[in-house]
């Protein structure tokens, strides 16, 4: 079965440096993989998604992630921060081979804070 | 284009009570999905819509937990009776295609209901 397991629950940075968010996941399959932003009292809005092509995907808003199969890591960066970034991150896989198709697996999400 | 739209945004409820949730998918995606979020955990795929058929509701209580969507477009989640547990935010999201794992899922702003 697949799973994912986000390293840190909270992150903080300082406005202008970097971001790292940290992602494994398993899965029996080629996984596809995911992450969404959440910010408060919004939707989960996808930022970049993982399809078996290239290994480096970028994403909205200047993320960026890199999947790693031998680590089996999926880790989302992003050059510098800005305190629009504030919100819950999502890692998420996919493999449609676990019950019905297209089944989405969250991990309990990141919180990255950002300060001036 | 339209979201996804969700109603209500807020509901409080005693226990034992009965609630419903609506859903209206993007236009024209074929595959729906309700998914609940309890306070510090991502969100968990509770049933899957594929047209008006029923992909997987593997995670689905249902014992007072029903969907369903008759016409192949908007869908209502009932609770009845709610516990104190159903406390979360209900998430509806939307996909294009039949559901093949590298659709993208969209999100609506989803409803937190509060049980008392």
């Known amino acids: 079965a697949q799973s994912v397991t986000q390293l840190d629950s909270h992150v903080s940075v300082s406005e202008g440096t970097p971001v790292l968010l940290r992602c494994n996941y398993s899965?029996?399959?080629?996984?596809?993989l995911f992450w969404y932003v959440q910010h408060p009292n919004k939707g989960l809005q996808l930022l970049l998604k993982?399809?078996?092509?290239?290994?480096l995907v970028k994403g909205i808003n200047g993320f960026e992630a890199e999947f790693k199969k031998s680590e089996t890591s999926f880790h989302l960066t992003k050059p510098s921060a800005h305190m629009s970034d504030a919100a819950e991150y999502f890692c998420v896989v996919s493999d449609g081979f676990s019950g019905g198709y297209n089944k989405l697996i969250f991990g309990a999400g990141t919180r990255l804070a950002v300060h001036p | 284009e339209a979201g996804v739209a969700q109603s209500p945004r807020y509901k409080i409820i005693e226990k034992r009570q009965s609630v419903a949730f609506w859903c209206n998918p993007i236009?024209?995606?074929?595959?729906l999905y309700w998914y609940q979020q309890i306070l510090g955990q991502g969100p968990k795929l509770l049933i899957q819509?594929?047209?008006?058929?029923?992909?997987?509701d593997s995670q689905l209580p249902k014992d007072r937990f029903s969907a369903e969507r008759l016409k192949g477009v908007d869908s209502t989640l009932k609770i009845q009776p709610a516990k104190l547990e159903d406390s979360a935010v209900y998430l509806c999201?939307?996909?294009?295609?039949?559901?093949?794992?590298?659709?993208?899922?969209?999100f609506g702003p989803g409803t937190r209901l509060t049980v008392l």
């Open positions: 999201a939307s996909s294009l295609g039949a559901g093949v794992f590298t659709d993208t899922q969209y």
């Open positions: 819509f594929q047209n008006n058929g029923v992909v997987d």
């Open positions: 899965s029996s399959y080629s996984p596809s």
């Open positions: 236009s024209g995606h074929a595959t």
């Open positions: 993982y399809t078996s092509a290239a290994t």
